[in-house]
């Protein structure tokens, strides 16, 4: 008998490791830096796929400049999940939008089936969120957490009148649609900054564009310091190497 409930206890852990295994948190994919060669290599039969954007106008003609609008790609790894690139010529992730398949973790942390999901779980959920949004052309309400996640409720065309919002209605209607959008351009663009080496000017920290207003006729000596000899130096601030440069003294 003790047998048999080992046996039985064995089964039910394996099945409770193998759910958790399967559960889907985004929270382990690093937008702009997640690619999609990179979901390539993990499943070989990711599929392209047409996206509706539920922030922007049905007719196409309003783009967001922050991904590609309109495409993504699908795997089998992760039900419920479309990945769109950055830009059409640019392989980085920069948004996952979910869809009525999805149930897992967001990147906040909260675990989210979305079958069963309405608008006023996530209104509850937390307040001063940025709700009832919409472009005016779009066929969804959005509901905005932060500045990363957007929730969407469809419209109903034939309730009258649309404004005020009904948001008593509203909220008891099911969200069809999540976005998880990351601003891959500042990311890239602050990633360049934190690359660059520091820059003394005769013994002070300047700036890179300070550097670019000195003349080459002014300039007595550079002295490039790199690795632990910077951080020595300088700590931190020269972990990406050091540029000292001195002026020639005037007479």
């Not at 089998?76 to 009525?100: C, E, N, R, W």
């Not at 309405?118 to 779009?138: E, F, H, M, P, Y």
């Not at 959005?142 to 409720?153: A, H, L, S």
Request: with cysteine; glycine share 6%; net charge neutral.
């Amino acid at each position: 008998m003790k047998r048999i409930f080992a046996f039985l206890f064995l089964i039910i852990a394996l099945n409770s490791l193998a759910q958790n295994a399967d559960t889907i948190r985004l929270s382990d994919f690093q937008f702009c830096e997640l690619t999609l060669e990179g979901l390539k290599q993990k499943d070989p039969s990711i599929k392209k796929v047409k996206v509706e954007e539920m922030d922007l106008c049905p007719d196409g003609f309003v783009e967001d400049g922050r991904f590609e609008n309109r495409v993504g790609y699908i795997s089998k790894l992760y039900p419920g999940v479309i990945f769109q690139k950055y830009q059409s010529d640019v392989d980085m992730i920069a948004k996952i939008h979910l869809t009525k398949a999805f149930k897992g973790y967001l990147p906040n942390g909260n675990y989210i089936d979305m079958s069963a999901l309405k608008a006023v779980d996530i209104l509850t959920r937390q307040a001063g969120l940025n709700a009832w949004t919409s472009r005016g052309c779009s066929d969804y309400w959005g509901i905005k957490e932060g500045e990363q996640i957007y929730y969407y409720v469809k419209i109903n065309k034939d309730k009258k009148p649309q404004y005020p919002v009904d948001e008593k209605y509203y909220s008891e209607q099911p969200i069809v649609g999540i976005d998880i959008i990351a601003d891959c351009y500042s990311y890239y663009e602050d990633d360049s900054q934190r690359n660059k080496p520091l820059f003394i000017l005769d013994g002070k920290e300047v700036s890179e564009a300070a550097m670019q207003s000195i003349k080459p006729d002014d300039v007595d000596s550079i002295n490039v310091i790199k690795d632990k000899n910077a951080t020595d130096k300088y700590g931190e601030k020269g972990k990406n190497g050091v540029i000292e440069i001195f002026l020639k003294k005037k007479r």
